[in-house]
């Protein structure tokens, strides 16, 4: 079992930065990949980011490419997604999840993750 916590969701003016941490236990954290989801009120949970292992590759949607960074820190088991240029349309609850099996192909999928948190909402104002 992996158990995932994020923190850092708020309320931030349209322009503004937020930064989210996603912390895991249970396992040995530099074996999972890490993904990070969101999901708007009425719409379907839908990708942003995520990072294999090593912390080697990443991979972004288009909608937060070039305002959006993830990174991690296998040392102290968490995982980030700095959000800059926040936009209206970036209001989501945002959830990190972990998954050992990842390949290239399946970062992008929420069906392909096995460990899910919680959840953090992030609201922006225009």
């Known amino acids: 079992q992996v158990q995932l916590v994020e923190s850092g969701g708020g309320l931030v003016q349209a322009g503004g930065s937020l930064r989210l941490s996603c912390a895991a236990s249970?396992?040995?954290?530099?074996?999972?990949?890490m993904g990070w989801f969101r999901q708007a009120p009425g719409k379907e949970r839908e990708f942003v980011a995520a990072i294999r292992r090593s912390g080697g590759r990443v991979y972004y949607a288009d909608s937060v490419k070039g305002r959006f960074t993830i990174s991690r820190d296998n040392a102290l088991n968490t995982v980030y997604l700095q959000m800059n240029s926040l936009k209206p349309e970036d209001t989501a609850v945002y959830y990190c999840?972990?998954?050992?099996?990842?390949?290239?192909?399946?970062?992008?999928?929420?069906?392909?993750?096995?460990?899910w948190g919680q959840g953090t909402q992030v609201t922006v104002s225009s």
């Open positions: 999840a972990a998954d050992a099996s990842l390949n290239s192909g399946s970062y992008y999928y929420a069906r392909e993750y096995e460990y």
């Open positions: 249970g396992r040995t954290f530099s074996n999972y990949g």
